[in-house]
């Protein structure tokens, strides 16, 4: 069954630092995201994209926060300047059309642990 | 508001038993509204999803219910098993795109 992966699983990084999460999403698939999900808290929209644009973001993806899909397969979430708030799950999901079904795939995220 | 509230927090059933997730939501323009189940250290994954035209939708023990007017839907899992332990998010989806406001989260365990 096709998934959407993510590296690194888990990556611990220090304040300051950027730090770059990567995804392969589904590959008939054509919008993708990035989610959060802070320890035990629910799970918050950061950005969707497609057509190599961002369609929509949160006032979460300030500045320090960036996306890219470099090559026909990845899909990239930057934080330039990492701070400690930062440390969260990220999940990458995809869907194959952009209608208002909320069928999402999500992969299994990498946790980022900012010290 | 875009908020969707999520009630109880944590949810301990006895297996057989019937385990029930409310969730509330005030912005209109919601018009899907699907639930995700999340194991540990796993991401979340769709359960069932309902549009707001059906009053009530089921997929095998688990059952969503839906009151527009109310402005309420709710997640009911039959004959609850001990694999059903998981976190459960509801969620609502508005057009254009699926951008995706979760819910609060509740914990379920089923015990033995």
């Known amino acids: 069954e096709p998934e959407v992966t993510q590296t690194p699983s888990h990556q611990v990084t220090q304040m300051g630092q950027e730090v770059i999460l990567r995804c392969v999403p589904i590959?008939?698939?054509?919008?993708f995201y990035w989610y959060r999900q802070i320890l035990g808290q629910k799970v918050e929209f950061l950005v969707s994209?497609?057509?190599?644009?961002?369609?929509?973001k949160s006032e979460i993806f300030d500045d320090q926060f960036s996306v890219e899909r470099p090559d026909g397969s990845n899909f990239t979430l930057k934080i330039r300047s990492t701070k400690l708030e930062d440390s969260a799950m990220y999940f990458c999901a995809s869907t194959p059309g952009r209608g208002g079904t909320g069928e999402l795939f999500f992969g299994e995220g990498s946790r980022l642990t900012v010290l | 508001q875009q908020q969707v509230k999520q009630s109880p927090q944590s949810l301990i059933v006895q297996k057989g038993g019937i385990s029930i997730i409310n969730c509330a939501y005030e912005?209109?323009?919601?018009?899907?509204f699907p639930w995700y189940q999340q194991f540990p250290g796993k991401g979340p994954a769709l359960l069932i999803a309902i549009r707001p035209d059906v009053s009530e939708k089921k997929e095998g023990r688990f059952t969503i219910s839906f009151n527009k007017s109310a402005k309420q839907f709710s997640l009911h899992i039959m004959d609850s098993q001990p694999g059903d332990s998981a976190t459960y998010f509801c969620?609502?989806?508005?057009?254009?795109?699926?951008?995706?406001?979760f819910g609060t989260g509740t914990q379920l365990k089923v015990e033995l």
């Open positions: 994209f497609y057509n190599n644009e961002i369609s929509e």
């Open positions: 590959s008939n698939h054509l919008y």
């Open positions: 912005n209109t323009a919601f018009d899907y």
């Open positions: 969620a609502a989806a508005r057009p254009p795109g699926n951008k995706l406001t």
